[in-house]
């Protein structure tokens, strides 16, 4: 009733570490309650910050929501504080409050892109779409945002990815190109829940039919936004029948304004529009007999509005008629109904302090909620549902032709609820008759049933183009897509066998294609393509930050062109590892430059003469030897280690059948591997020869905690076996691709925004004359992190968390003169900072 009292309270609803998951819930709900002033705002979104990445998925998911209710709260408060302060009018205080919703917008979309987490993604795109609904709402102050840096566009590219993911199904029994599409799009998103997926719908087409008067957050030109809402209705349309409810809703919403936005004010239609527009009354014919009855309605509803305004062009016999002396709907009504900017709908509760105010009875209740509909504030039905009958009721209620004469006495009258014996009899007769008439058709359609199967193929391929009406078996007209299928994501539900003859007669042209391709294969790659020549197909989105799917195909043809030529009949063979000179293996190399620190694993006095050192390979060495081992380099999972083998017998013996095997077995508490490649046996090892190869692992989990992953090996000979254990550091298993393009004023700024608990500092003193070369090489060798400037007193370098994808900040200054210097690490992980600045000191410690 009075969240002022408790403001000067606020720091003691944090929530803290040991706090049970209900004690969580209640103090994330206080804390959106407090958000009353816009010190209050600042403080709580800066600790959902924190709450949305918690382990707890549930409360992740309630801290995600809680941001879009803050960002609505601030709204609120700026237009109150407008009111209250000489000093800040309406536009300024509204432009504060939209800064803060761009903000919570930012980092909602950066959530969803780290988040693998199907529920926390799902409460991500919610609480974008009610964010962006509130952007985009028109309440009468200000309908202009300033968006300099195009949030609202990385939001709704994002929406629409995830909308195509939740789409798209992972079928196995799909060609090489659309699996390749599958993976792509699986590594960028995840398919939500079904609620998220309707508003994202909304949303959607909120802004592909938005008119031209308003100020669209997605600066896209017309023919490309055409073409992504030919592919959504594409998508809707082949899965319709198999979607959520609330989905199919949207999806006749998301219809009835595409045909709408396409027919007010136009004449002509190009093959494009006429697609669109068939498309979008395919969807609505679909939910006009669908088993749903809210679906139905409102289609039949939204269909009638339609073909009374600008006319529907398919399927109309079960719609509505304009009667004679009445005026059709008008073409501005229509578009009022649907195409209308809609009030922002609130998720706060009922002020009792805005009813005074209501200039009428409707506005008395916040858009959206049931009392605004009714018209009056609903606290629950009045009236109790009646209790179960003791008694089954009569049969006559659900089988009125079942009825006697004497059930249907009403008041003393015959009437009843029918008018009279003798039109049950008419009825009846006329039953009979309708039955025998439906035996005969039947019939007749049977004998009649080769003639038109025979005609079919023929039909569909001459009016290839054109547009069919077919039936759906209930009585009412079902509309076939007039454009080809094989261009298209919309199946055809009407004469599939159709197409059976068409292409079969295309077979033998496919295959003499096939074949001409195959032998210019080689000239096409080596004449190169670029990225102009590629068209991609219909339909598909233009204008979004993805790779080209069409060129991973391109890469395959050339593994399968050298594989064919070079490595023919080789296959199935292993060579045993290459052995050279012990001088000759030492040699520098490139790798050296992206590698970790030596670490000897096995002793030569103790194995029986053999020595093996490993470290870790880091940056494009990494994925490249990722890649020849057959692991997936972009798992933050993925490790690769060079391995130094050789044979230090202190005799002139040879070592025989050298080989490196995975040890089973599994730590408490620890994440094993879940695929290891190890290199092949060595046959035979001379003294004085050595030999380099490589390790792959992949573990079943990433953490940014410090030393949980463990692999296991035995390194085995001639002359006995020695255990061994990998367990890269946090520091080997951070990730420096994420940050190429990081400026030094950029890093500052990050870095100066971190303070607390989330920045970690110690002293150091170095020996004298350490240049900055050798002090941010020894760093780079022990912590995979990407150096940012460079300075004769300040080493800068930043890199990313394998689990979370934190950034971590590493800052070095020392004077070059007296070695006096201090190190400092940021993150928002304050557990993964205290661990990195540990591995700092063990690094240094050489150096001091």
């Not at 919610?126 to 939001?155: C, F, H, K, Y």
């Not at 003639?451 to 569909?460: F, G, I, K, M």
């Not at 060579?575 to 040699?587: G, S």
Request: include cysteine; hydrophobic fraction near 35%.
């Amino acid at each position: 009733e009075c969240p002022s009292a408790f403001s000067p309270f606020l720091n003691d609803f944090f929530v803290k570490g040991m706090d049970p998951s209900f004690t969580r819930m209640i103090k994330l709900d206080i804390l959106v309650s407090l958000c009353i002033d816009p010190k209050a705002i600042d403080a709580v979104l800066t600790e959902l910050r924190t709450y949305v990445r918690h382990s707890d998925k549930a409360f992740a998911c309630a801290a995600t929501c809680s941001v879009g209710k803050v960002a609505e709260l601030a709204r609120v408060v700026y237009d109150r504080r407008a009111h209250t302060v000489e000093e800040l009018d309406s536009s300024s205080a509204r432009a504060v409050s939209n800064v803060i919703a761009l903000n919570c917008l930012s980092g909602l979309v950066t959530l969803s892109e780290f988040s693998r987490n199907e529920e926390v993604v799902g409460k991500c795109a919610e609480t974008m779409q009610r964010i962006l609904s509130q952007l985009l709402a028109d309440d009468g102050i200000s309908n202009a945002v300033n968006d300099p840096a195009g949030i609202q566009e990385r939001a709704l590219k994002r929406l629409l990815l995830i909308l195509f993911r939740s789409f798209i199904s992972d079928d196995t029994n799909v060609d090489k190109e659309e699996a390749t599409e599958q993976t792509q799009l699986q590594l960028k998103a995840v398919r939500v829940p079904d609620s998220a997926v309707a508003s994202i719908l909304w949303i959607i087409g909120e802004w592909l039919t938005m008119p031209d008067s308003m100020l669209s957050p997605w600066n896209i030109d017309e023919k490309s936004k055409r073409k992504i809402r030919l592919d959504v209705l594409r998508l809707l349309a082949k899965s319709f029948t198999v979607l959520n409810p609330q989905i199919k809703l949207q999806a006749v919403h998301l219809a009835s304004k595409a045909i709408m936005t396409l027919k007010a004010n136009q004449t002509s239609f190009s093959d494009g529009k006429k697609n669109e527009c068939a498309i979008g009354e395919f969807i609505l014919a679909l939910a006009r007999v669908d088993v749903l009855q809210d679906v139905r309605d409102r289609a039949r509803y939204e269909c009638n509005i339609l073909h009374l305004s600008v006319g529907l062009s398919y399927d109309t016999s079960a719609l509505q008629q304009t009667p004679p002396s009445a005026s059709s709907v008008g073409v501005d009504s229509a578009k009022s109904m649907l195409l209308h900017p809609k009030p922002n709908a609130s998720s706060l509760p009922l002020d009792s302090k805005e009813f005074g105010s209501a200039k009428n009875e409707a506005d008395q209740f916040r858009f959206g909620t049931l009392s605004n509909i009714l018209g009056n504030r609903t606290m629950g039905s009045p009236i109790p549902l009646p209790a179960w009958a003791d008694d089954n009721s009569p049969s006559a209620l659900r089988d009125p032709s079942a009825v006697n004469k004497s059930d249907l006495i009403v008041d003393g009258n015959e009437g009843g609820l029918y008018s009279s014996s003798s039109e049950d009899d008419s009825s009846t007769s006329s039953g009979e008759s309708s039955s025998s008439s439906s035996s005969d058709s039947s019939e007749e359609s049977g004998d009649e049933s080769s003639d038109s199967e025979s005609t079919d193929s023929s039909d569909d391929e001459s009016d290839d183009d054109s547009t069919g009406i077919g039936t759906d078996g209930f009585g009412v007209n079902l509309i076939v897509a007039p454009f080809k299928t094989p261009e298209t994501l919309l199946p055809s539900l009407i004469n599939n066998e159709a197409k059976d003859e068409s292409s079969s007669d295309s077979s033998s042209d496919d295959d003499s294609e096939e074949s001409s391709e195959s032998d210019n294969s080689d000239e096409s790659v080596n004449e190169g393509t670029t990225n102009a020549d590629m068209k991609p197909a219909v339909g598909k989105i233009l204008d979004m930050d993805t790779t080209l799917l069409s060129q991973a195909p391109m890469q395959l043809n050339k593994q399968t062109s050298s594989s064919s030529t070079v490595a023919a009949g080789l296959e199935g063979l292993i060579m045993a590892p290459l052995i050279a000179d012990k001088d000759d293996i030492t040699k520098p190399s490139t790798i050296e430059d992206e590698s970790g620190v030596w670490k000897e694993l096995v002793r030569p006095e103790l194995s029986g003469g053999l020595f093996v050192k490993m470290r870790f390979v880091h940056g494009r060495s990494r994925a490249k030897e990722a890649h020849v081992l057959g692991l997936d380099p972009k798992n933050p999972s993925t490790v690769c280690l060079q391995v130094h083998v050789e044979n230090m017998r202190t005799d002139t013996g040879t070592l025989r059948h050298v080989r490196i095997i995975q040890r089973g077995g599994t730590s408490g508490g620890m994440i094993s591997p879940s695929r290891v490649i190890t290199p092949p046996e060595f046959p035979a090892m001379k003294k004085g020869m050595a030999s380099t190869v490589f390790i792959g692992i992949t573990f079943a989990s990433v953490s940014d905690r410090d030393g949980v992953a463990v692999a296991k090996f035995d390194v085995k000979s001639d002359r006995g076996t020695t255990s061994i254990e990998v367990r890269p550091t946090l520091g080997e298993l951070l990730n420096d691709d994420a940050t190429k393009n990081m400026s030094q004023h950029d890093f500052d700024a990050a870095v100066s925004g971190l303070q607390g608990i989330q920045r970690i500092s110690s002293t150091l003193t170095l020996k004298a004359n350490i240049d900055d070369e050798m002090l941010s090489s020894t760093i780079l060798q022990h912590l995979n992190m990407k150096q940012v400037g460079k300075s004769t007193r300040k080493s800068s370098f930043v890199g990313t968390l394998p689990a979370s994808g934190q950034e971590v900040y590493v800052v070095v200054k020392c004077d070059p003169v007296t070695g006096y210097g201090d190190v400092i690490v940021c993150s928002h992980d304050a557990l993964a900072a205290n661990s990195i600045m540990n591995l700092l000191k063990q690094a240094l410690a050489n150096l001091i």
